[in-house]
């Protein structure tokens, strides 16, 4: 099992900085990739960006060049760093990982999301 506690959200201006992090804990040797999705309100949960285990990134179009991901080198603590954040940016932000249990099947852990709002 694997434990992920984010924080960081907030209110911010239309244009505003946030940080986000994510904590690991539990068996993090089973995770191989970690991201954020986000959740706007009445809207399905969306990819924003992830980052594996050598450091591939990929991100959502509307947050490229905006948005930077990062992990620090112990691999248990994500982060995603929102620059010039728009009202659309608005969602509750939740950190995800990837990897495989103790029978070698794919599964995904959820942390409990944290609210990010921007006001225009």
């Known amino acids: 099992q694997v434990q992920l506690v984010e924080s960081g959200g907030g209110l911010v201006q239309s244009g505003g900085s946030l940080r986000l992090s994510c904590a690991a804990s539990?068996?993090?040797?089973?995770?191989?990739?970690m991201g954020w999705y986000r959740q706007a309100p009445g809207k399905q949960r969306i990819l924003v960006a992830t980052?594996?285990?050598?450091?591939?990134?990929n991100y959502a179009d509307s947050v490229k060049g905006r948005f930077t991901i990062s992990r620090d080198g112990a691999r248990d603590t994500v982060y995603l760093q929102m620059n010039r954040l728009t009202p659309e940016d608005t969602a509750v932000y939740y950190c995800?990982?990837?990897?495989?249990?103790?029978?070698?099947?794919?599964?995904?852990?959820w942390g409990q999301g944290t609210q990010v709002t921007v006001s225009s």
């Open positions: 995800n990982a990837h990897g495989t249990d103790w029978i070698n099947l794919p599964v995904d852990y």
């Open positions: 980052i594996t285990n050598s450091n591939s990134e």
């Open positions: 539990g068996a993090v040797f089973s995770i191989n990739t």
